[in-house]
């Protein structure tokens, strides 16, 4: 049962990574480097780390709640992510344009629960009753 649940925590970790390790390159190559703040490794590491953990609690989330379980698990998403924000935001950096770091960061924080949200229906399918 929890095989669908980690399949979905990697194809949505490996989609996450392309489309930020996207993002960040090309952000590095146009407008300014962050890659000595944020390495796309580092994306990529926290991406998965993310998945792992968001697949744990999303099966949790339908154990416990069996009807509401995806419910809850999305708004809880939804709400971290919100959240988490407010680190790129208060971070106080003291390398160059750190007042542009904000700009940067701030939407790879949204590509993870994104990708998420549209991929787990199809991952992860409840029957009808």
Known sequence: MFKK???????VAVISS???GFYAFNYYKYL?????????WKIVAAYFS???IATGLRFLFDLIFPKF???FFNIKLGFLTIISIMHPILMNGDFEMAEM???FAI?????????WL??????IKKPLK
Request: proline share 9%.
């Open 5 to 11: 649940y980690f399949v979905l925590a990697l194809v």
């Open 18 to 20: 392309l489309i930020s």
């Open 32 to 40: 300014f480097d962050f890659s000595i703040v944020l390495p796309i």
């Open 50 to 52: 993310i998945a792992l």
């Open 69 to 71: 379980g995806e419910l």
């Open 101 to 103: 770091y904000p700009g």
């Open 107 to 115: 939407p790879i924080y949204f590509i993870f629960t994104i990708i």
């Open 118 to 123: 549209v991929l787990a229906p199809t991952f």
